[in-house]
């Protein structure tokens, strides 16, 4: 007995044209403005993985994209990375929901379509940094001084 409804297309693919392009990035190393991992209180230090993590994270070419969220974003991630580490891998599932929103994989990227090129590839590439990244201590202690 067939099955109800249409039959299959003999084109399967997508018709609904993307709504945003591709986002070309210069495939150097992020030297810009970008935020320290916070202060851990008493004599505890960040953990030697999530401090590599972060390095790593922060020097991505596509940073330059980055506005203060994004950099909080990956701020919040960094404490899981922190937990995942301290053995607590009950965080990897959103461990790896958060690094596929912040691009850390080339999987990732695709996805984010976001695409790394060299400046002389012809390729219009984005090689400024579109957003200054806010400094965090001023806000920080006037939500301590106004808390108090």
Request: glycine content about 4%.
């Amino acid at each position: 007995m067939p099955l109800a409804g249409r039959s299959p297309s003999a084109n399967p693919r997508n018709r609904n044209a993307k709504t945003y392009d591709w986002t070309t990035v210069e495939a150097t190393a992020y030297d810009g403005p970008s935020p320290e991992l916070p202060a851990k209180g008493g004599r505890q230090r960040w953990h030697r993985e999530t401090r590599a993590w972060w390095e790593a994270v922060r020097r991505m070419p596509h940073c330059r994209l980055w506005t203060d969220t994004d950099w909080r974003f990956a701020m919040e991630t960094a404490v899981l990375v922190e937990a995942f580490w301290r053995d607590s891998p009950s965080v990897a599932a959103e461990l790896r929901l958060r690094s596929a929103k912040l691009g850390l994989t080339h999987e990732d990227r695709l996805k984010l379509r976001i695409r790394y090129a060299a400046p002389d590839d012809g390729d219009q590439v984005l090689t400024q940094t579109p957003a200054a990244v806010a400094r965090l201590d001023e806000r920080r202690k006037r939500l301590v001084d106004g808390a108090s």
